[in-house]
């Protein structure tokens, strides 16, 4: 199948579209694990997981029959990533060894930082929630993280390292001292939250952008909502391409992502959404004037503002990403 990649230095090749295992608390352990033999079935080879999905250990039952059923380990994508209470120093190795013993693997294609700040809270919490531990970031204790993330690459554990949930300021930090600089940088994408600073600079840098929440996440937790939030397959625009594509919404978000460059990684248990996501990447093809249009619908709508994640006297959400904020 024509599936479009990304290459990276090391020659290795990322698929331009992956399956996301984040259930959001929607749909249990087994289904996700279901569908990732499903989504294979379809040619996806690309997974997103991260350990505080919680499904790492029945995600890995299914990569070991995809790969028993003859695909090759080498054809396969499996990235995981780091949860924000294991950034100490020695907590870092024997995390990525749990996710590897519970993905069953030798080794990860990639590996990331899932957010850059340290904290715990239990899965579930309300957005008010505040861990009394939780600190900003800091760039040197980053930095401590990130050098435990480049031992890995070095004991062939992991192939690429990457960053997730950054900004332009982090990233610069990290790219003047990193040994091994990021491969890729995970970062909610979709057409009303394109990001195009940050997008443009990861590009500038040779980093790969993979775009969480590509369809505007619809079925995200209730903790994730607020009354300013956006729904991108409803935009009259998308309807309208849709339209005269004969795909659906969905497909038009895919199809752009795909086409402006980042890697889509859309979620879903449902054989009929991931087969229609994946064959959008594969085949659908936007015009320029379709593409340049959807540019225009931008409303800087985050959606996934990482209250939680807050340290004790932050002032809102938009210090996470460097922003003042919002009606100040
Ligand atoms: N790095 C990070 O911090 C981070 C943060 C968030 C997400 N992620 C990753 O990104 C992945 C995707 O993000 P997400 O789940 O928030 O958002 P999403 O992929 O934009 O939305 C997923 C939801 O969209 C619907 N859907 C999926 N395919 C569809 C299709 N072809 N047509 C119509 N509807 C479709 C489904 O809703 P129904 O189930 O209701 O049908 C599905 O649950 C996650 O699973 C995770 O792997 C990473």
Aim: proline share 7%.
């Amino acid at each position: 199948m024509n599936v479009p990649y990304k290459e990276f230095k090391t020659g290795a090749r990322m698929p331009s579209i992956g399956l996301g295992t984040f259930g959001s608390d929607k749909y249990t352990a087994d289904q996700i694990a279901e569908a990732v033999i499903g989504a294979a079935e379809v040619g996806y080879r690309h997974f997103d997981c991260a350990e505080v999905y919680g499904n790492e250990r029945q995600v890995g039952e299914s990569l070991e029959t995809i790969l028993r059923s003859g695909i090759d380990r080498r054809d396969l994508w499996v990235t995981s990533k780091l949860w924000n209470n294991h950034h100490g120093e020695d907590d870092v190795i024997p995390a990525c060894e749990r996710s590897l013993r519970d993905l069953r693997l030798d080794y990860l294609d990639l590996y990331l930082i899932h957010w850059p700040f340290p904290n715990y809270h239990a899965p579930k919490v309300d957005v008010s929630s505040r861990d009394p531990d939780a600190r900003p970031f800091i760039h040197e204790n980053y930095m401590k993280t990130w050098r435990q993330l480049e031992i890995l690459v070095e004991r062939g554990l992991v192939r690429h390292i990457g960053t997730s949930n950054m900004t332009v300021p982090k990233l610069r930090g990290v790219l003047l001292e990193a040994e091994i600089v990021p491969a890729a940088n995970e970062m909610e994408l979709h057409p009303h939250f394109q990001q195009p600073e940050l997008f443009d600079f990861v590009l500038a840098n040779g980093i790969v952008p993979i775009g969480y929440s590509p369809l505007g996440s619809p079925s995200r937790p209730e903790r994730d909502r607020t009354p300013d939030d956006s729904t991108d397959v409803e935009d009259p625009v998308i309807l309208r391409i849709a339209e005269s594509h004969q795909i659906t919404p969905a497909a038009v978000c895919i199809a752009w992502a795909v086409q402006r460059g980042q890697v889509p990684i859309p979620f879903s248990v449902k054989r009929s959404q991931y087969e229609a996501s994946f064959n959008a990447a594969v085949n659908a093809r936007l015009t320029p004037a379709e593409m340049t249009v959807i540019s225009g619908i931008d409303r800087n709508c985050r959606l996934i503002k990482g209250q939680v994640f807050l340290w004790e006297g932050a002032a809102g959400w938009e210090s996470l990403w460097d922003e003042p904020q919002q009606g100040m």
